[in-house]
């Protein structure tokens, strides 16, 4: 069996239909868990639940659409939630630690390095890290499918084995199963394709925030990044044990992918953009199949301000993402000497270059 696994469990899963925490299928998952640990794997928890445990106890009649609502359900929810597992882990012998994280955490590069630093220790003391977004401070709204992206990137982060995304549909269906009994289930995906993506339905349930789509982005960061996924139902005993088989009841995204190095997943799923540069076809394809650095002869155009040392997009000629890089020069100059040869670069800028590429390619990752 796999030796380190991030399992993701939703909150529908988790809730009651009318709201509350639903503390057996708190004692349910853990034992799975539990079960896991027993075979020898690793396992870090990414879980939802907040805002749906915590909306009842705080005296809202359903759960509450204001962010400030969502924010105040979130502080009394996430203890509720905490404490759950903890008691559900004690019965195993085991210990589970809190992690509450932001996006912003996620875009400095020192304070993930931190965060992983920290999860090797918890995992090498055989705790399980039980990871959340950080819902009362966060400042963006709480959209569903934080925690999908949580758990990708916490997958790629610590190099799991397989990340498993738990809901309340057992995989991926040609069209929704509940409204068509001939839709079809998907049991492998081994690219996700813009087909893929059509057939992706909306909200599943009212506890909840979302729908299968954002398990898709979750899916294609993480596979992108060397881990493959699963994502489906476990209702059952021994559930969770098949899904690390390939057995469970669900759908498996696989990939081909080696694991990216923790410079390269930041840079492409983490860091935060200032600008973005529109190159030619040339450069797309010196960046994306050649294996080059971007010259400043294959810049179209400029768009945001940003400085030296930046992260910045860069779009293709019909203006689609090809990938992100570091750039080597301000905005400012950059203006000046797009679209012009290398030694007329060193004609312009003089003194001013200390390296040619815009993107060196040991500083770039392709996203396309």
Known sequence: MS???????????????????????????ASEIADLRRSGCEVLLV????????????????????????QAAAAVGQALLMQAYQEAFSAHGLTAAQILLTRTDFRSRRAMNNASMTVEELL???V???????????????????NDMLSALVANLLKASRLLMLTDIDGLYSSDPRNNPDAVRYRLIEQITPE??????????????????????????????????????????????????????????????SSLPVK??????????????????????????????????????????????????????????LGRGIVNYDDAQ???????????VMRQLGEEVHRLEVIHRDEWITLK
């Open 47 to 70: 879980t939802s639940g907040a805002v749906a445990a915590g909306f009842r106890s705080i005296g809202y009649p359903a759960r509450p659409k204001q962010l400030h609502e969502k």
């Open 124 to 126: 090498r003391q055989g």
């Open 264 to 321: 390269k997943q930041w840079l492409g799923f983490m860091s935060t953009p200032l600008g973005s540069l529109i190159v030619d076809a040339g450069a797309e394809e010196a960046l994306v199949h050649g294996g080059h650095s971007l010259l400043p002869v294959g810049v179209r155009e400029v768009q945001g301000s940003f400085h030296t040392g930046d992260v910045v997009e860069v779009l293709g000629p019909d203006s689609k993402l």
């Open 196 to 257: 893929i993506y059509s057939i992706a339905g909306g909200a599943g349930s009212s506890v909840g925030t979302g729908g299968m789509r954002s398990k898709i982005d979750a899916a294609k960061i993480a596979t992108r990044g060397g881990v493959p996924v699963f994502v489906g139902r476990v209702t059952e005993p021994g559930d969770l044990r098949l899904a690390v088989k390939d057995e469970g009841k669900g759908t498996y995204f696989a990939t081909t992918l």
């Open 3 to 29: 030796t380190r696994l991030v399992v993701k469990i939703g909150s529908s899963s988790l809730t009651a239909a009318e709201g509350g925490l639903n503390r057996d299928a708190v004692a349910f998952f």
């Open 128 to 146: 399980i890290p039980v990871f959340n977004e950080n819902d009362t401070v966060s400042v963006d709204e709480l959209k569903f499918g934080d």
């Open 334 to 344: 950059l203006r000046i000497i797009r679209g012009l040869p290398s030694g007329e």
